[in-house]
């Protein structure tokens, strides 16, 4: 089963299998989730828990998460989501906990004073403040009161937490300093064997050093030996000892580990890649870290986790950047520039995309290297499509892509030329040349066994039919579209379809529906990061919203989906300028009066796509109906202009709304004969 699925659809079908058996667990009995320090946790593991969280509202599910406040999360605005926040300790607060680890009924007031200043209510500051003031004999029991040994200006109290941690460590045997100086450099949590190999100690010496790092509670200790595994304490104190090393010590032991893992881990290395690749690049052995992070990246573009597969694609480009300068480097790069440029593109950034292969673009073609071609032209066509509208140039880069050989190392760019020249002939109304590109992208993910390409070509060719009023077969392209997106398990492929079964239930007047199926698309869009359908599923449910009279909702999603374009650098500056035509819209519908007829003007002149040129004046004529004062006469030179645009253009949908919204405007009249012409 595995072998004919995509690893994003594999993924997705773990995520899926997984929930499934918690919620089913949870009928049998409430379950109780806790996940500490999320602000550590893995994007797999983080997608694993939007998924669950996104189906846990009516389960006996309680789940508990820890993190610190720069983590930032997208579950914030659920109902049945609720945070507490840790604040800092108040001075009593701050003062219990300093008697109950001192183990003293009575403190001075001095050494009060001095908890209080340097701990700030941190409770892991009071806790490493303590253990380091009694280690280094600076505090004296005089009966049950507890004080400092000196006065407060004769000792040397530690002034930041890292001077207590670095003073706590200074104090430590030799032998135990130099296994927390390796153990930071493996990382926050390492194998008993992985650092028995790399301090080379005899296992006596090991286990006895270990021991004293575990009874000062900087390492604790998990499992049974000889399986253990220890983990830092804090992040900051493996922070503090691994700034303390020597820069070049810190190379050498960070290639030492490197070499260890791979030693270790030879039958399944394809498990360390990520691993392997940050240790050699920290070590400067830019050969294997430029190795480690193609094959890190591959594996995670695999394993579907994009965003991971980019920043391990990034080190490597970065790796090849310290190799020596000449064609056999230039070619590696070449390639590792445009397989970083597919990843991105995956995630709908062409601005990165096209400064990705934007270095290397003009040595690809001076060195004849052919097989970048397909990547660089598709590349640099998206962005020219999608952030600069130069749609003679967008043609002519992806039709070059079309032109260069098929074979598995350019199909994935075939694909996207043929997909997005058929998008891009929809905008301009040349259906015929629309359903040619789209039939053809089709055919090569039938051709490749790929039902999620399968899918995403028939839900497009679904809206686009839906867009020239052709609703039943519409529906009937994206049945099949849901179909194949079921079958692939591909989350991508599964929130696009949703995304167009909306919008033809809104086209078909069914909103309540459409409402449905659109809020579904915007979450699993999101969580798909597939930015440009997120829009759409954004713009037509704020769509929905407003024909079922929701109209401050709707004007939130409209400004959602500007915001999802703008984060990714002004993407689609056409479809941006119709949002904010239907925000004013939704605004004059809400009683809103301080809205500019110039301003709709401006909205509609940014417009570069002819799909949208009626919509736009119908969308002035809407606004002007709505305002207190209708102005009939503006309005109706609106309609009309956007019927003689939707006509000439096709749009059969459009047209039938451009006469709704003409009657409107005999309505306001009082002219109900003409009233009824115009709806016939």
């Not at 846990?56 to 720069?70: D, K, N, Q, V, W």
């Not at 003293?104 to 004073?113: F, Q, Y």
């Not at 109906?625 to 949908?653: F, H, K, S, Y």
Request: with cysteine; hydrophobic share 40%; proline share 2%.
């Amino acid at each position: 089963m595995k072998g004919s699925m995509t690893p994003e659809a594999w993924k997705n079908l773990l995520v899926h299998a997984l929930t499934d058996m918690l919620l089913t667990t949870s009928e049998r009995r409430p379950l109780v989730l806790a996940v500490e320090d999320l602000h550590w946790i893995d994007r797999s593991s983080e997608e694993l828990l939007t998924t669950l969280l996104n189906s846990i509202s009516a389960s006996r599910i309680l789940m508990l998460f820890t993190y610190r406040p720069e983590y930032l999360h997208t579950w914030g605005a659920r109902s049945y989501h609720s945070q507490l926040t840790l604040n800092r300790l108040s001075n009593r607060e701050t003062l219990e906990m300093a008697h109950n680890q001192l183990g003293a009924d009575e403190i001075d007031e001095s050494l009060e004073g001095l908890i209080l200043e340097k701990t700030e209510g941190v409770p892991f500051f009071v806790e490493e403040f303590l253990k380091s003031m009694r280690d280094l004999g600076f505090l004296r029991l005089e009966g049950d009161r507890l004080g400092l040994a000196g006065e407060v200006g004769e000792i040397s109290v530690p002034a930041t937490i890292q001077d207590v941690l670095r003073a706590r460590i200074d104090i430590l045997p030799e032998g135990a300093k130099a296994v927390l100086r390796t153990a930071t450099v493996v990382g926050r949590e390492m194998s008993h064997e992985l650092l028995q190999q790399l301090t080379e100690s005899p296992e006596e010496d090991l286990l006895a050093n270990l021991s004293i790092l575990k009874d000062n509670e900087l390492l604790y200790e998990r499992g049974v030996y000889p399986h253990s595994t220890y983990l830092f304490k804090h992040a900051l104190t493996r922070e503090v000892v691994h700034d303390s090393i020597l820069s070049k010590n810190r190379k050498l032991l960070h290639r030492r580990a490197g070499q260890v893992i791979e030693a270790l881990f030879s039958r399944h290395l394809e498990e360390h890649y990520g691993v392997l690749a940050e240790h050699f690049i920290a070590g400067e052995d830019f050969l294997k870290g430029a190795e480690y992070s193609r094959l890190a990246a591959r594996s995670a573009h695999q394993s579907g986790a994009f965003p991971d597969a980019i920043e391990y694609a990034k080190k490597g480009v970065w790796c090849l950047s310290h190799f020596p300068d000449n064609d056999e480097t230039l070619k590696r790069t070449i390639d590792a520039r445009t397989t970083l440029a597919g990843y991105i593109l995956i995630l709908g950034r062409p601005h990165e995309a096209k400064e990705a292969v934007a270095p290397i673009a003009q040595a690809a073609l001076d060195l004849d290297y052919r097989q970048s071609w397909p990547a660089i032209f598709g590349a640099t066509g998206l962005y020219e499509l999608f952030a600069k509208e130069d749609y003679t140039l967008a043609m002519e880069h992806l039709e070059k892509v079309l032109a260069t050989p098929l074979d598995n190392k350019s199909s994935a760019w075939h694909w996207f030329a043929a997909y997005y020249l058929g998008a891009f002939h929809a905008w301009m109304c040349e259906f015929d040349q629309t359903q040619q590109y789209l039939e053809r992208a089709t055919s090569m993910s039938e051709a490749a066994g790929r039902l999620e390409g399968v899918a995403v070509g028939h839900a497009t060719i679904g809206l686009y039919y839906c867009f020239q009023g052709q609703l039943d077969r519409a529906s009937s392209e994206s049945g099949i579209a849901q179909q194949a997106a079921k079958g692939s398990h591909n989350p991508t492929a599964q929130a696009l379809t949703q995304a167009v079964v909306g919008i033809i239930h809104s086209s078909k007047g069914l909103h309540a529906d459409a409402r449905e199926h659109l809020q579904t698309a915007v979450i699993s869009t999101s969580e798909t990061a597939q930015t440009f359908w997120r829009s759409m599923a954004l713009t037509y449910l704020g769509d929905a919203l407003y024909e079922l009279s929701e109209y401050d909702e709707a004007q939130t999603r409209y400004g959602q989906g500007i915001a999802t374009l703008e984060g990714l650098g002004d993407l689609l500056p056409s479809w941006q300028s119709v949002m904010r035509l239907r925000i004013a819209r939704a605004r004059a519908a809400a009683g809103n009066t301080d809205i500019r007829l110039e301003d709709l003007r401006d909205w509609r002149r940014a417009n570069r796509l002819r799909f949208l040129e009626g919509l736009t004046a119908r969308l002035i004529a809407q606004v002007l109906l709505t305002v207190e004062e209708p102005e009939l006469e503006e309005a109706q030179r609106w309609v009309e202009t956007a019927i003689a645009a939707d006509r000439a253009n096709g749009l059969q949908l459009d047209l039938a709304h451009d006469h709704v919204c003409l009657a409107q405007v005999h309505q306001g009249r009082d002219d109900r004969k003409t009233m009824r012409l115009s709806l016939e």
